[in-house]
């Protein structure tokens, strides 16, 4: 029998908003399911965002859930002053990272929630025995630095062993993707087995986001 999921989750990612209007741009998505924001930091990723200051002003700005993604090096050094200053949800880059255990569990004693980040062509085999220390893993669906790339197909296969790993393991941790995500390319992620759609331009390139984050909502239910 497939096990039923709760239902999908969308996360729009602020990078494809107005920088100088982070406050509205969250304004426009009122009923997404928590607020995306990437932390680049022109090392690990050849870009750059931005960084705790502003993360700081926007948890300042909002109740929304927050769910950071560290683009950076030395993660191991950062992550647990996100988590510090009211970030639900914090992820790592395993590629990046030097002691995943040790900053799963600080970040958890923080009261955020841990996750780790594996880029398209990280495998995840290698971290089954991490998954219980997490929260969350991001399997990102395009190469981490830009919004509005197109979406890779060659993550699927790794999503859907991702996906029984977890199932595996039991428990409530989230799978998230990121990257490419729209109404093309929604429905075969879900089917898949992932539950948290992080979207940028697919949401504030539409003229109504909001309307857009039910879109892919009622997409990916349909599709699970
Ligand atoms: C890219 C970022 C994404 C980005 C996704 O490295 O991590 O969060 O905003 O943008 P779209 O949805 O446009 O691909
Ligand atoms: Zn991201």
Known sequence: MVPLR??????????????????????????????HVDVMDNH????LTLGLPVVESLREATDKILDIHLMIEQPDRWAPAYAEVGAESVTFHIEATAAPVRLARELRSLGARAAMALKPTTPIEPYEDLLPELDMVLIMTVEPGFGSQSFLDLCLPKIARTRAMLDKVGGDIWLQIDGGVS???????????VDSFVAGSSVFGATDPDAMVGKLRELAAAAT
Do not use: H, W, Y
Request: hydrophobic share 45%.
């Open 44 to 47: 690990f990723v050849p870009n």
């Open 183 to 193: 109404v093309e390319t929604i429905e075969r992620c879900a089917a898949a087995g």
């Open 6 to 35: 709760k239902k999908p989750r969308i996360m729009p990612s602020i990078l494809s908003a107005d920088f100088a209007n982070l406050q509205t741009a969250i304004e426009k998505v009122p009923s997404s399911d928590a607020i």
